[in-house]
């Protein structure tokens, strides 16, 4: 006599899974002692038994089956929640790194357009000095031919020179300036 009919002797016979369920239900801590027996029992029992299973293997089955399909709903749980948690830690380290790289680029940006405007602001002052050095002459010029008719024609040449070039020196100091106000709000972005 095998442990599985000692099993089945002790315990009355059910035929539906319904009585099965019940019974279960009702005799938990004896059926769950005896499983671990029945396993064994299980592994010796002949080819014929294992096509042909009676109901009772058939619960046996299916609550090992439930039991793998709970055990690795929990297991993909716990791996998308690890996944999850790590993806985030990822993410925030390359946020950190983003806002590390920007900081070192707007420093730098503001650094070479420093530089530039120090380099621009000279060579406006030296292209500044020799147009009034040339226009110095030019007006020692006019002195000169002030009394021919062409005086009033050569003062009026000499001032629209002078009002272009300051204006043009304006101009180009103002648009570098909203060039770089551009680029640091784009670095803002």
């Given at each position: ?58 619960v046996f089955a299916d609550a090992k089956v439930q039991a793998a399909t709970t055990e690795l709903s929990f297991r993909h749980a716990a ?111």
């Amino acid at each position: 006599m095998t442990e599985l009919d000692h099993y089945e002797e002790h315990f009355p016979a059910v035929q539906d899974s319904n009585e099965i369920a019940e019974f279960l239900k009702k005799h938990h801590h004896e059926v769950s002692k005896k499983v671990s027996k029945l396993a064994l029992a299980r592994e010796n029992q002949s080819l014929l038994r294992r096509l042909f299973p009676t109901d009772l293997d058939k619960v046996f089955a299916d609550a090992k089956v439930q039991a793998a399909t709970t055990e690795l709903s929990f297991r993909h749980a716990a791996l998308e929640l690890s996944a999850k948690s790590k993806m985030e830690a990822v993410e925030e380290q390359c946020q950190v790194m983003v806002r590390m790289v920007k900081s070192h680029h707007r420093a730098e940006f503001a650094k070479f357009v420093t530089e530039a405007y120090l380099r621009l602001s000279e060579d406006v002052d030296q292209k500044t000095k020799r147009h009034l050095e040339g226009s110095r002459k030019r007006y020692e010029t006019y002195e000169e031919f002030k009394d021919l008719p062409v005086g009033a024609t050569y003062m009026k040449h000499i001032t629209a020179a002078d009002d272009k070039f300051f204006r043009w020196l304006e101009k180009l100091l103002e648009n570098f300036r909203s060039i770089a106000d551009e680029k640091v709000r784009q670095y803002r972005l």
